[in-house]
C-alpha cells in the first residue's frame, strides 16, 4: 500500500531513491515519484502515473541534483492513478513537500477548511491536506508543524516531509502504517520497510504509533504527539542485501518457491533441541496450558489459509478447539473472549491493517496475545505480548509462498508443544511427526524435480477461464491457497470447496470447460475424495491430481498427475501446496502476467 523512501546524507539522493523505489515497487505501483532538495534550495518534483521505470525514464531527462530527497510509490486509494494524484505532493508556496502511505479519513473537513483560508487543491487525493496543513501550521519550526498537523488528521499514515524552510532535516512520522529509519554514517534513510535499505545499513529504528522524528544527517530526534522526548532503542537486522535479491531467479515468486526446503530446515535448526520441540520464547505456564479452553487465531488472505491448517494440527495434536476468523470480520463482530484463551495472529508482514486492528481489539481480553510473524520490528512483532518468527527471510512477490511455509511450520511445532503440554502427545509420537518434518526439505526437491511436467500440464491448462480446485480435513485450506495462488496473479477466476460441500452447488457449474484440481493424497478420507473425483469426471471435466507416489491406481482416473511423497496426513499439506504455488506460477507465466506484482494488489495491506 504506497512505498515510501527518504536520504539524507553525503550522496546524490536520486540514484538511492530510485534503487529504494525499486525494491518498494511490490508495494504499489500505478504510478511513481521524487522530490530532491537542490542546491539552490528548492524542491524539485518529478512524478508520473505507471511503473517506476516511466519515472527513470523521466528522471534520466533531468538534472535532478541534492543530498537530500523522498521518493514515493503508489497504490491508489483517494483518487485515480494519474500524474497529478502521484506523490510527492507541494504545499501551496512549493515550500515543503509529503510522501505518504495510509489513509487521511478526515480529509474532507479538512480540506473544506482549507479552501475556506485561501488554499487551493490540485489533486484528488487525500494526501495533499498534508502539505497545506503542515504550511499553514508552520511557525519557524517544522517538527512542530508536522506534530500540530497530525494532532488533527484522524486516519492512517507513514510519511515523510522535507521543508525548503529548514533544508537539513527530513521530518518523518507513522501510525498505523510502517516506516523504519536506517542510520548510516553521515546519512541518515527513511523506508516503509527494511528490504530497501539493506544496500546501505543494518541498522534500524523503528517508531512507534504517532511518533515523530526528525532526522539530519548524523542524528534522530524522537517525540511524542504530546511534544515529550522519547529514547529510541537501534536494532540490529540479521537479513543481508542479497536476501531481498532476485539471484538469477526469473520472478521473487520462482526464487521463495524454491526457497522453502530452506525455510523448514532454518525453522526445525531454531525450535528443535535434542529431538524436542523447544519454543523457550514462548511464555504458557503448564497451569495456563491446564486450563486453556479455547485458541483464536486471526489473519487475511494466505495466512488465514495457514492459520486453518493449524487449526487442524493444534486440534488433533493437542485437543484445544480453535476457532480462525479473519480479521476483517472479527474486528467487527461479538467477541466472546476470556481469560482462559489464547489469541495468535498471523502475518507475514506483521503490518496488515485489519490484523492489526483485530489483535489490539483483544487486547488484555485473553490470556496472552501470540504473534507468527515474518518481519522483525514490524508492528504486530512489537504490540504482541510474545513473538514466534516465521524465519523466511525477505518475502518480495507479492503472493505469499515462503511465508505461508514458515506459517505452517511454526503452527506445527506450535501444535506439537501445545500436544506435550497437555500431555496428549507421546514422547514417541512427538520424535516421529519430527523425523517426519525434518525428511519434507528433501521431499519438497523431489515435486521440484516435476518442474518440467508441472509447467507442461500449465500449458495445456493456461487458456481455460475457471478452475475449481478441492481437498478435504486438512488438505481443503490447500485448495484454498491453491485457487488463491492461481487467481491472484494469472486472473483466471478460481475457487476452492470442501470436496464433499461440491454436490451441495457448485457442481452445477462443472463441464468440459471447467477443469478441478484436486488433493488427494492417500489419507483417511482418500476413497471419499476418489468418489468426489468421478463425480466430476463423470460431468467431463477435466481432473489435474495432487496424489501420493504410492498411488498406483489415480492416473486412471484423471487427466493428469501431479506426485507428492507418501507422508502422514497431518504433514502433508507441507507438500500438497507446492505443485499448487508451481502451476500457478507457471499458468500466470505462460500467460505473461506480472507475476511478482499482479494488478490491483499490493504487498501488504496497510489500509483497512
Ligand atoms: O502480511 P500478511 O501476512 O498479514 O498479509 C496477508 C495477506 O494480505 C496476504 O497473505 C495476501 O493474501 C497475499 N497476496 C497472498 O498471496
Redesign the pocket.
Known sequence: MCGIIGYIGHREALPILMQGLKKLEYRGYDSAGVAILNKENNIEIQKCKGRIKYLEDMVREKDLKGTIGLGHTRWATHGKPNDINAHPHFSGDHETVVVHNGIIENYLSIKENLILNGYQFISDTDTEVLPHLIQSLYQGNITEAVRNSLKIVTGSYALGVISKKEPDKIVASRSGSPLVIGIGDQEMFIASDIPALLNYTRKMIFLEENEIATIEKNCIHVVNLEGEEIKKKVVYIDWDAQMAEKSGYKHFMLKEIIQQPLVIRDNLVKYIDSGRVNLSDIHLPQNIVNSLEKIHIV??????YASLVGKYAIESLSGIPVEVDYASEFRYRTQLLSKNSLGIV???????AD?IAAMRSCKNQVYSELAIV??KGST?SREADQVMYINAGPEIG????K??MG?LISLYLFAIFLGKAKKQLSGQNEEKILNEMMRIPHHMETIFSQDDKIKSIANQFSNYQHFLYLGRDINFPIALEGA??LK?ISYIHAEAYPAGEMKHGPIALLDVNFPVVAIVPRDHVYHKMINNIKEVTTRDAPVIAVASESDEQIKEIVDKVIYIPDVQTILSPLLSVVPLQLLAYHIADILGKDVDKPRN?A???TVE
Do not use: P
Open positions: 489473519a487475511c488472505g494466505t495466512a488465514y498471523i502475518s507475514q508482514s506483521g503490518e496488515t490484523t515474518n518481519v504486530i507479492v503472493a505469499s509462498t511465508a505461508f506459517q488463491l495462488k491472484e494488489l504487498k501488504s495491506v
